[in-house]
């Protein structure tokens, strides 16, 4: 109780002292009210200036130790998906689909009967004008055959005729001799001439059938349904129309190019990291299998293309998708390094600046490889030394904020005042796949 009591005598007091000040400056002249304001001024400015001297000059730095880890160099690069092991099913037949023996997604084998299409006027022109060459071409490989058979035969009556006198042949014998040997070889290529034509009608004559067959074994993804219109142009005009597609097994192959500064980094059977634009979630993986040195320009760049084959397939990956890769052209472990902001390049070599008991120190280090973020200290430096990243300097005009610089660069982010501000350090992760 005692101790309230005072506390509120001191108030009371203090309280009748501004009381009284407060009326002696309204009582007083206004030259003495200006005369005041002025003098608290003064001093306001005065303890002002003086805190600004004591600060200005000041500098600190952000530092981050020399520590041990993985580096990862890697060249970037966009390109798409050029194969997904997708087979195209065509035909050049036209008219209405009257049937559907398949289902989308559907597992069929090669030869398998998709689809049949009941012909319009020009389905039929083509479909019986290609049959007419499909018969030319078996009559054509059934003559060449007996031109074949009956070389073979003169040619053993030569041989007959000519036995017993391998020492001894004449110029008469030898000539019947050539002259036989070169017909039969001139009818053998007429044959193989009247075969490969004979495959070239076959296939022509089933593109315009009716009846349409899987080329091949896998999953198919129909392009139509049965009553669709398969439009027609001129008979002799024919253009291949798709009816489905048909994926079998194997991983996607992707195209992308690559700049004439990163090729000579790209090698084949290096790493690679894959994304798509399309699937965000999704990171795959690959491999670097072929680099074309010869290179493309366009507009005065050039660029080379270089075919990545990813490790595993996923039915959500399609042909013609923007892929962005990443290709890991080198990977060192339990290596020094340090930021590359800490790293100063000059006409003396490359040194960084480090720092021991409060003191700045220049020292000349030798480097190895760097990425975007860390460089490799081959020499010059230890593990566990601390280099300065950035400093920080503040003058009086800057009042109290603080502007964070590199030592090698332009104005950086804006930073919380203080002596050393120490980075997390750690090493580079390791990429997807490694």
Do not use: C
Not at 64 to 74: C, D
Not at 175 to 201: F, H, I, P
Not at 210 to 223: E, H, M, Q
């Amino acid at each position: 109780m005692v101790k309230k009591e005072i506390e509120k005598e001191k108030e009371s007091r203090i309280a009748g002292k501004i009381t009284k000040l407060k009326n002696w400056f309204l009582k007083s002249s206004w030259k003495m009210k200006v005369l005041i304001l002025l003098v608290i001024l003064g001093i306001g400015f005065l303890v002002n200036t003086m805190i600004g001297k004591s600060q200005d000059g000041k500098v600190t730095y952000q530092t981050s130790k020399v520590e041990k880890g993985t580096l990862i160099t890697s060249v970037s690069a966009t390109g798409s998906v050029t194969t997904s092991n997708i087979q195209e099913v065509t035909t050049q037949a036209t008219g209405v689909v009257k049937k559907m023996y398949v289902e989308d997604g559907q597992e069929v084998v090669k030869g398998q009967t998709i689809a049949e299409i009941e012909l319009d006027l020009v389905g039929e022109q083509r479909n019986a004008s290609a049959y007419a060459s499909y018969l030319n071409a078996v009559k054509g490989v059934n003559s060449a055959n007996n031109s074949v058979r009956s070389a073979r035969a003169s040619l053993d009556v030569v041989y007959d005729q000519i036995k017993g006198h391998d020492n001894d042949e004449t110029l008469s014998m030898k000539e019947t001799r050539t002259k036989a040997e070169v017909s039969y070889d001139n009818a053998y290529d007429g044959l193989k001439t009247a075969q490969a034509s004979l495959v070239s009608a076959q296939f022509s004559y089933n593109q315009t059938s009716p009846i349409i067959k899987a080329p091949s074994s896998g999953t198919i993804n129909l392009s139509v349904a049965q009553g669709l219109q398969l439009s027609a142009g001129s008979s002799s005009d024919a253009s291949n129309k798709r009816v489905a597609t048909i994926t079998s097994e194997g991983t996607p192959i992707i195209t992308v190019g690559i700049s004439e500064i990163d090729i000579a980094n790209v090698k084949t059977n290096q790493k690679v990291n894959i994304t798509f634009d399309s699937l965000s979630d999704m990171t795959f993986t690959g491999k670097v299998v072929a680099i074309d040195k010869l290179g493309t320009t366009t507009s005065d760049v050039v660029t080379y293309t270089a075919l990545v084959q990813m490790d595993s397939a996923s039915p959500k990956i399609l042909s013609n998708m923007v892929a962005n890769v990443n290709i890991l052209t080198e990977v060192k472990t339990d290596v020094l390094m340090i930021p590359s902001g800490a790293i100063n390049t000059s006409s003396d070599g490359v040194s960084v600046q480090t720092m021991k008991d409060g003191e700045v120190i220049w020292v000349q280090v030798e480097v190895g490889i760097s990425n975007d973020t860390h460089t490799e200290i081959v020499s010059g430096i230890n593990e566990g030394d601390e280099v300065v990243t950035s400093t920080t300097a503040q003058s009086a005009s800057s009042e109290s904020s603080d502007s964070t610089t590199s030592p090698f660069s332009g104005i950086g982010r804006t930073q919380s005042s203080g002596t050393v501000i120490r980075s997390s350090g750690g090493g580079v992760p390791m990429g997807p796949g490694l």
